[in-house]
């Protein structure tokens, strides 16, 4: 976590080549921005209202996800993965 006060949660996300981060869950809306990599899985695991999706990283870009989904990310590309994550705390999911 690099911010955090009662609106938002700001943290950053690194997964090295071929890594998975932990089951987490996304209580909250959020914003990803994407800083470097080239492919990343989405994988939910329970709760979750999309399907598992592989997706090219485009640094720069901006998404808007929603809450709501437990899930886990797997770096499938050649080059590290990193996004910063804002979460917005005030409408729980």
Do not use: C
């Not at 592989?54 to 899930?71: F, I, N, W």
């Amino acid at each position: 976590v690099l911010f955090e006060n009662e609106h938002v949660r700001i943290w950053e996300n690194v997964l090295d080549p071929g890594e998975e981060s932990p089951v987490h869950r996304h209580n909250h809306d959020y914003v990803a921005i994407q800083v470097e990599g080239d492919r990343v899985i989405h994988n939910p695991v329970k709760d979750g209202d999309f399907q598992r999706m592989e997706v090219d990283v485009a640094p720069g870009s901006v998404r808007h996800l929603k809450g709501g989904t437990t899930e886990t990310a797997i770096n499938t590309g050649a080059l590290r993965f990193r996004t910063i994550l804002v979460e917005l705390l005030d409408n729980p999911r």
